[in-house]
Nanobody, 121 residues
Framework: QVQLVESGGGLVQPGGSLRLSCAAS????????MGWYRQAPGRQRELVAT???????SYADSAKGRFTISRDNAKNTVYLQINSLKPEDTAVYYC???????????????WGQGTQVTVSS
């Protein structure tokens, strides 16, 4: 019922930039924490960044300085700006969010299907 759809991935040269978007749709009363994860082939999914409903941000050590997470509550969207891309950033990037569908509902964790980021010359 609730869907998260990532977009903005693609092939980019080292040193380039990308802005990933993740829009939530469906039955939504409120969105709490939102985050970005990434997974490369043969590796476990790893946390990249999170942003709370109070706009408190946190980053993985590997993401600090080059990654910026933000959100637009009016659009039910979370963004990930990536600068100075490196080949090691190549991965499928997933977003997730804690969503309450109704005022009386429990908060549920939802995941998107991912968007591919490939950094190569």
């Amino acid at each position: 019922q609730v869907q998260l759809v990532e977009s903005g991935g693609g092939l980019v040269q080292p040193g380039g930039s990308l802005r990933l978007s993740c829009a939530a749709s469906g039955s939504i009363f409120r969105i709490y924490d939102m985050g970005w994860y990434r997974q490369a082939p043969g590796r476990q999914r790893e946390l990249v960044a999170t942003i709370s409903n109070d706009y408190i941000r946190s980053y993985a050590d590997s993401a600090k300085g080059r990654f910026t997470i933000s959100r637009d509550n009016a659009k039910n969207t979370v963004y990930l700006q990536i600068n100075s891309l490196k080949p090691e950033d190549t991965a499928v990037y997933y977003c997730n969010a804690g969503i309450k569908k109704y005022s009386y509902s429990r908060t549920q964790l939802s995941w998107g299907q991912g968007t591919q980021v490939t950094v190569s010359s």
